[in-house]
Antibody, heavy 120, light 107 residues
Framework: QVQLQESGPGLVKPSETLSLTCTVS????????WTWIRQSPGKGLEWIGD???????TYNPSLKSRLTISVDTSKKQFSLNLASVTAADTAVYYC??????????????WGQGILVTVSS | DIQMTQSPSSLSASVGDRVIITCRAS??????LNWYQQKPGKAPKLLIY???TLQSGVPSRFSGGGSGTDFTLTISGLQPADSATYYC?????????FGQGTKLEIK
């Protein structure tokens, strides 16, 4: 059973960088794409970006200028860095596995989520 | 970006009822549509993918349909455990986008 666990600080100051890590267990990190999704009261569920184990990311254009997603296969982890955060980046951040069935991408395994608050 | 619009935003129904939640895309997404269920304090859970295929372990009272721009999630024979918020999500093009959610309350 694949399991994902987010980790990182729950409080980030405005203008600083939000950094989160997702650790994958119970399966290989080298067989799927992996993704970050966030959920805020104001914007609902928002897809942030994907990465494959080879390290090629795909970003949501609305966040691309501030976003870096990377993967460390030796640790079975992938990470999110979001720079220059504001209060609008306050959300629950989820990591998830992307599966592709009949050419349709879907998110089949999710972490429990981590609340990140941007505040001074 | 493809906009996904769900209706209604919330509804209340009784145990045993049948409910239908609709999801409309701002352009055709053929059958690239998934549904998720989210309970308070939990991550979303995949229910249905490619419009109508049930994820493993999902009860058969859930069904999905539609194509192009209009899709439905039907729950037949509502159970108390179905109280949750339901989201549609398109995988036709990047960025992947979600509907705003439909909150289902069981009376």
């Amino acid at each position: 059973q694949v399991q994902l666990q987010e980790s990182g600080p729950g409080l980030v100051k405005p203008s600083e960088t939000l950094s989160l890590t997702c650790t994958v267990s119970g399966g290989s990190i080298s067989t799927h794409y992996w993704t970050w999704i966030r959920q805020s009261p104001g914007k609902g569920l928002e897809w942030i970006g994907d990465i494959f184990y080879t390290g090629t990311p795909t970003y949501n254009p609305s966040l691309k200028s501030r976003l870096t997603i990377s993967v460390d296969t030796s640790k079975k982890q992938f990470s999110l860095n979001l720079a220059s955060v504001t209060a609008a980046d306050t959300a629950v951040y989820y990591c998830a596995r992307v599966d592709t069935i009949d050419a349709v991408d879907l998110f089949d395994y999710w972490g429990q989520g981590i609340l990140v608050t941007v505040s001074s | 970006d493809i906009q996904m619009t769900q209706s209604p935003s919330s509804l209340s129904a009784s145990v045993g009822d049948r409910v239908i939640i609709t999801c409309r895309a701002s352009q055709s997404i053929t059958r690239y549509l998934n549904w998720y269920q989210q309970k308070p304090g939990k991550a979303p859970k995949l229910l249905i993918y490619t419009t109508s295929t049930l994820q493993s372990g999902v009860p058969s009272r859930f069904s999905g349909g539609g194509s192009g721009t209009d899709f439905t999630l039907t729950i037949s024979g509502l159970q108390p455990a179905d109280s949750a918020t339901y989201y549609c999500q398109q995988s036709y093009s990047a960025p992947r986008t979600f509907g705003q959610g439909t909150k289902l309350e069981i009376k």
